[in-house]
């Protein structure tokens, strides 16, 4: 136990912290305003010096501001441990106090952004179930007392104490820059390519803006046409602007992933995992096994030829899932063994692996296939509302094989299996996932009957766990019940804890 630092009595976080808020703070008001600020110094040179003198006056008053409401910001921020709680007053003019017992933590993280890096603080994020984000974000403090911090509460809450990385210990996982790469290579691109179009479509939304407030539209409406008929009548441009977007795609996967994982370990503890990763904002995250509330295995065709998986760890959240991004903890290129060794290591899968795979019924199958056609039938209306050739329709050749394909994918991997303690369950299209849960931590289950699944005497499980929903699609109703009873039963037996 670390006992060099007083936590009984309240204390600020590291003076640093002011340069580090006040960057924040900074960065929110450019992001806010970028726009403005691009609109004024594209013509700053028209300016005249009484203007450019106001807006340096402006500038410096702002930066001014910043500063003061950084350093009333880091004044006002004080916590302290008061028995088994973690107190914190922060606030400016509206004072807040929060107390969070320490049962109720969840997990107790490091972070480094590369402004903290370089004047060697740590962020510290205390995170618990129940909130919507991080309970308590202290944004720098010393590596002795942030360490001793955690040691406190984690000899008190039961949490792992062993943040770092320990030079007698063996990795479980660690991935190099060159297995990285493989990474990159086995992402969905083409989820990488509509975000990369999307930008460029949000930056010209941008520019639009800014050529109508400066009466410039015409020119640039004209630009974009002569633009378009080039590109539209030359093949070969068409040819290279696939292969540049394709190589845009790769290239962003890889910058993703590499800033994301970077000199990704992880390590497997008595009773949690340890994973340490990122360039520029540097994580170390203790994930206790008791709190996994379940696993998902992601693998597709290129993972398999390339042998690895993905395992992302669902911990508990409050509300919507899609708000809980940093609930999400997923270790990349995992290989066969290694992943064994991760679910074995959380429950007794082998049972389950054995088992036969079981599938919806037929009326799922039906379901799929009317609503995927019923949409390609809406989006060929679409288009040839906007372009009335029938030419457009002749690519049915392809679209309709292709739209057959992805449904039988589908179909394949919309599995379950399930033994007496635990449920596998799998999905996916082109990825496939298997996701592992103990039937113990199932929260609340629902038996759902729409008209039609009544009519054709099936039903949808939905499982509701504290990390999210999962859903049996289109069971036969007799089975649908079988699933029903069992896991209400081993709730209702069960004297494990299920975080």
């Known amino acids: ?35 403005f600020l691009f609109i004024i110094l594209k013509d700053f040179s028209k300016i005249s010096n009484v203007g450019a003198n106001y807006f340096y006056l402006g500038l410096v008053s702002v930066l001014i501001f910043l500063l003061v409401r950084a350093y009333l910001i880091y004044k006002n921020f004080q ?19 929060t107390s969070v017992p320490f049962y109720r933590i969840q997990n107790i993280n490091f972070k480094q952004n590369i402004i903290q890096q370089i004047i060697n603080v740590f962020e510290v994020s205390i995170e618990t179930a129940g909130s919507t984000k991080s309970e308590i974000s202290i944004k720098a403090l010393s590596y002795d007392k942030a360490k001793a911090l955690k040691e406190i509460i984690s000899n008190s809450s039961s949490l792992d104490t062993k943040t770092f990385t320990e030079l007698d210990r063996k990795p479980l996982v660690k ?21 990369f179009l999307a930008l460029v479509l949000g930056f010209f939304q941008q520019i639009q803006q800014i050529a109508d407030s400066l009466g410039r539209t015409e020119s640039l409406d004209g630009f974009i046409s002569e633009s378009t008929d080039a590109v539209s009548t030359s093949f070969f441009v068409v040819f290279i602007l696939i292969i540049i977007l394709t190589i845009t795609a790769l290239i962003s996967s890889f910058v993703r992933i590499f800033l994301i994982h970077f000199n990704l370990v992880a390590y497997l503890n008595d009773d949690s995992f340890e994973i340490n990763q990122g360039l520029f904002t540097k994580k170390s995250i203790v994930l206790k096994k008791q709190k996994v509330q379940n696993i998902t295995v992601s693998t597709n065709p290129i993972k398999r030829i390339i042998g690895i998986s993905f395992i992302t760890f669902k911990q508990a959240v409050s509300g919507k899932l899609n708000k809980k991004k940093n609930k999400l903890i997923k270790i990349v290129g995992c290989k066969k063994d290694q992943v064994a060794t991760i679910k074995s290591s959380l429950f007794d899968f082998e049972e389950v692996e054995f088992q036969n795979k079981q599938y919806p019924d037929s009326y799922y199958k039906k379901r799929v296939y009317i609503f995927s056609f019923l949409f390609l039938i809406a989006l060929y209306i679409g288009v040839y509302f906007l372009h009335p050739h029938l030419e457009i329709f002749y690519s049915t050749i392809i679209t309709v094989p292709l739209f057959v394909f992805l449904i039988r994918k589908k179909l394949k991997k919309r599995f379950y299996k399930i033994t007496d303690s635990l449920l596998l369950v799998g999905r996916g299209l082109l990825e496939t996932h298997a996701t592992y849960l103990e039937v113990f931590k199932v929260q609340n289950i629902k038996l759902k009957q729409t008209f039609f699944q009544k009519k054709s005497n099936v039903a949808d499980i939905i499982l509701q766990t504290a990390s999210g929903k999962i859903t049996i699609p289109c069971l036969q109703y007799n089975e649908a019940i079988k699933i029903y009873n069992h896991a209400l039963y081993k709730v209702e037996i069960s004297k494990k804890s299920w975080m």
């Open 1 to 35: 136990m670390n006992n060099s630092f007083n936590f009984s009595e309240f204390s600020r976080q590291s003076p640093k912290g002011i340069l580090v808020i006040y960057i924040n703070l900074i960065y929110r008001v450019i992001k806010l305003t970028w726009i």
């Open 79 to 97: 916590f302290k441990i008061d028995g088994e709680e973690f107190i914190l007053k922060q606030g400016i003019l509206k004072k807040t106090n």
């Open 175 to 195: 991935i190099s820059v060159k297995e990285l790469f493989k990474v990159s290579l086995t992402e969905n691109h083409l989820q990488n390519l509509f975000l």
